[in-house]
């Protein structure tokens, strides 16, 4: 007995949305915030765009997986060279993070934990991944839904390109820089092997357009918290009468220093859920990074 569309269309989902959580890694968020606060809303065409350029690519991706039940690191052998010099670069390197050995430790051993629900099956893994995420994007939306940016500023900024005001092509090559995830191609290649796809010219058809579909709705969401970051961020930053402790951050504003930003709706409480939120961003991306590592090594 054949599936109903919708019930079909839910098996398939789950690839493209692991994927695309990647664009909402902290150097993302710290770009975003960034971005806002110099420029407001006028940069949000940059993530517009950039997250177009990725459907379509990630898209091709995914069907290169379906199409010949390989991905993308077994059609590229001849690039491991290139990777293994490039892994012992990374080797040569370590002193640099010698200092940082704690945090290494605790966020390989978290992350290692995370992966081993692959023994589950990799919908759990997915599950997590969304979970951790939307904990982070709940954050972001009550802050919007609270400082209110206006409507009209935030669509001009979507829909009408520009570069103005001082070390703003600098901010727009950071944004689009950070939408850049060459490893998302490996990844997501080769999860849609994790779905059964008929071996018939319309099952490889449909399982194509259900994972287009499916990783169109998951950039829509990446896109969505990105507007409510940067929306959160002009916002906050642009108000009259700016606290001065307030408006230095602004001027240089980090991960560190950004949890002020959720005062507003989260009171004392904002540094602490700032914390998990961005607990959530790391995990997420490095469970994705690490994940397309697993398979590129396979």
Known sequence: MQKPGWR?????VG????????????????TDLQAGANHRYELLWVILIGLIFALIIQSLAANLGVSTGKHLSELCKAEYPKFVKYCLWLLAEVAVIAADIPEVLITGFSTLLLLGLQRYGVRKLELLIAVLVFIMAACFFGEMSYVKPPASDVLKGMFIPKLNGQDTTGDAIALLGALVMPHNLFLHSALVLSRKVPKSVRGINDACRFFFIESGFALLVAFLINVAVISVSGTVCSVKNLLSEDESRCSDLTLNS????????LGRSSSTIYA??????????????TYAGQYIMQ
């Open 8 to 12: 079909k269309f839910l098996s398939f």
């Open 258 to 265: 950004a949890s002020f930003l959720l005062q507003n709706v």
């Open 276 to 289: 998990i939120a961005l607990l959530a961003s790391g995990q997420s991306s490095t469970i994705t990074g």
């Open 15 to 30: 690839p493209g949305f692991l994927v695309s959580l990647a664009y909402l890694d902290p150097g993302n968020l710290e």
